[in-house]
């Protein structure tokens, strides 16, 4: 069987395995937020935290709660490790530096997960899981509750409440984070994926030596970096690393686990919404996008440039042979996709046109399909978008899903979809114009930029991937691109719980003759064009300079 059709055999695979999923992991997510009904262990944390889950909260007071939360977490995960050396199962390794534990502490409680350090040489067990693993639950959970919140600003009728932010936080982590990463770890271990929590075992190689190979409880932390959208693994090489990801196997199912979330969220909605056809759009409009990128990646690299490269058939450099190309960009497609940010091959030594398409993926706003509830707020903002722009074309008052869209709502939305580009070119033209940028990139031209741009696109879209050319230990880039991760992250949802305040306000306006129907396949073509209109006008210049020009090179 040659690599083609395997390849996309896996795709098909994928693609049956997701829709099996859609209709009732949809329904069970919509459940899981919209019962009345609390678990013991829910109300026993309530309890203890001193909520009352029957009461409902305005958006500032939901936002306040988004932010006091992810500000504690922060400083938790800070303090872990700078505290290391104090700590069980530390096997030695020393507090982490202060510019580094900051840049990580932001990246794991934005969902990013950028990581500048060698996990396996720098932290310890009691530091990955108390601190990196719960983070990994609670910023998937964070996302969830935001995306929530708006939906149930589309639902409501003349209220001030779109929901409890604790309640919905807690939701998302008791009933569907911890369950299933839990079934998610046990199938991985049945795969292979390895699982202790001592620092190493020693090996007798080829050569008679005796060789330390590192250990650590992989398979619980690889389960919620991909059923979560996180991305940060436990070892450097993340998921190409045989230890995380040893097969073909585990491979489609760690895709599977970072796709299935974002993608039947938009059943939640859906459902909650009462329509599911309006859900059906939107993961449509997901589909297409990630299957175009898809095909354009995969052509670049088994059609590459070069005398080595085409001696070899395609561009195998810096992939898995176990893996080969299909694979590998099948999971390059999906984790920058999705806000994920886990690698299995190295993107940097991907060609011109694979490294613009996944560069392409997380500036279109990781909307194809998305992070864990970041995908729905952000394809559901541009969709506001779209339906501002289609109200202008006929001189109507825009209206989606029953509420008007007045200038209130479309400043939330285009705040929202205007703060990532602000810091991505700000952020990336700072750091080219900085002489010591030069001696940090591994290399010059088109791909150096590249690299560049890469690093800011990642942390403001809190991607968490990387072209790991560019050497990012330095205080000024740990500091701006954790400023990028908080801003990224924190500024969009501030805007998207101010619309979801918003529209809950609104009384429900019935839909007229004139009315643009968005559950018809014509809006999955105005959201799918607003989109990359977007990302095309905003970033095609500085695509040109970096991986436009090194593919066309």
């Known amino acids: 069987m040659s690599d083609t059709v395997a390849g996309l055999l896996q795709v098909v695979l994928l693609l049956v395995m997701l829709v099996a999923c859609y209709v009732p992991f949809g329904d069970y997510m919509a459940r899981a937020f919209t019962s009345e009904r609390h678990w013991r262990v829910e109300s026993v944390l309530y309890r203890l935290v001193?909520?009352?889950?029957?009461?409902?909260?305005?958006?500032?007071?939901?936002?306040?709660?988004?932010?006091?939360?992810?500000?504690?977490?922060?400083?938790?995960l800070y303090l872990l490790q700078r505290l290391q050396p104090f700590l069980p199962m530390s096997f030695g390794r020393g507090a982490v530096d202060p510019s580094t534990a900051f840049n990580t502490a932001v990246s794991f409680v934005t969902n990013t997960n950028w990581q500048s350090y060698i996990p396996e040489q720098v932290l310890g067990n009691t530091v990955q899981m108390a601190g990196l693993t719960v983070q990994n639950v609670l910023s998937a959970a964070v996302g969830m509750a935001v995306a929530v919140a708006l939906i149930r600003g589309f639902v409501r009728s003349g209220?001030?409440?779109?929901?409890?932010?604790?309640?919905?936080?807690?939701?998302?982590?008791?009933?569907?984070?911890?369950?299933?990463?839990?079934?998610?770890?046990?199938l991985l271990i049945a795969m292979g994926v390895t699982m202790s929590l001592r620092s190493g075992v020693d090996v007798t190689g080829v050569?008679?030596?005796?060789?330390?190979?590192?250990?650590?409880?992989t398979a619980s932390q690889e389960a919620i970096k991909e059923l979560g959208t996180n991305g940060g693994g436990i070892f450097n090489a993340n998921s190409a690393h045989p230890f995380e990801n040893p097969n073909g196997l585990s491979n489609l199912f760690e895709i599977f686990l970072l796709l299935v979330i974002p993608v039947c969220l938009t059943r939640t909605f859906g459902t909650m919404v009462r329509n599911p056809r309006q859900g059906t759009v939107l993961v449509s409009v997901m589909g297409v996008l990630w299957a175009a990128l898809l095909a354009v990646a995969w052509f670049a690299e088994t059609h590459p440039n070069g005398a080595a490269t085409l001696a070899a058939g395609g561009a195998?450099?810096?992939?898995?042979?176990?893996?080969?190309?299909?694979?590998?960009?099948?999971?390059g497609i999906s984790t920058t996709g999705t806000s994920t940010g886990a690698v299995n091959s190295m993107h940097d030594s991907y060609t011109g046109g694979a490294g613009g398409a996944v560069l392409l993926n997380i500036l279109l706003g990781e909307v194809a399909p998305g992070g864990v509830g970041t995908g729905l707020y952000g394809i559901l903002v541009l969709?506001?978008?779209?339906?501002?722009?289609?109200?202008?074309?006929?001189?109507?008052?825009?209206?989606?899903?029953?509420?008007?869209?007045?200038?209130?709502e479309v400043t939330a939305a285009a705040v929202s979809i205007l703060v990532m580009p602000t810091l991505v070119?700000?952020?990336?033209?700072?750091?080219?114009?900085?002489?010591?940028?030069?001696?940090?990139?591994?290399?010059?031209?088109?791909?150096?930029?590249?690299?560049?741009?890469?690093?800011?696109?990642s942390a403001a879209n809190n991607n968490g991937?990387?072209?790991?050319?560019?050497?990012?230990?330095?205080?000024?880039?740990?500091?701006?691109l954790g400023i990028a991760m908080l801003l990224g992250r924190l500024v969009p949802i501030l805007a998207v719980l101010a619309l979801a305040g918003s529209l809950a306000q609104q009384r429900r306006v019935e839909a007229g003759a004139g009315t643009l129907a968005t559950d018809k396949p014509l809006f999955g073509v105005l959201v799918g064009g607003t989109v990359v209109l977007v990302a095309a006008l905003t970033f095609f210049p500085a695509l040109a300079l970096g991986p436009l020009a090194e593919a066309l090179a």
Do not use: C
């Open 50 to 76: 001193r909520v009352d889950p029957s009461t409902g909260q305005r958006w500032p007071t939901y936002a306040a709660g988004v932010l006091g939360f992810s500000f504690v977490s922060v400083v938790l």
């Open 159 to 186: 209220t001030d409440r779109i929901g409890n932010f604790w309640v919905d936080l807690t939701r998302g982590a008791v009933r569907i984070l911890l369950p299933f990463s839990f079934v998610a770890a046990i």
């Open 207 to 217: 050569d008679g030596a005796v060789h330390t190979l590192p250990l650590a409880p």
């Open 316 to 331: 195998l450099e810096g992939k898995e042979t176990r893996f080969g190309i299909p694979s590998s960009i099948l999971f």
């Open 383 to 408: 969709a506001v978008i779209a339906v501002f722009l289609a109200g202008l074309l006929v001189g109507r008052t825009p209206e989606y899903l029953g509420k008007k869209l007045g200038r209130r």
């Open 425 to 457: 070119l700000i952020g990336a033209g700072l750091a080219i114009a900085l002489p010591g940028t030069g001696d940090a990139l591994n290399n010059t031209g088109a791909h150096g930029f590249s690299e560049v741009l890469y690093a800011y696109a």
């Open 465 to 480: 991937s990387a072209f790991a050319g560019l050497t990012v230990t330095s205080n000024f880039f740990q500091t701006t």
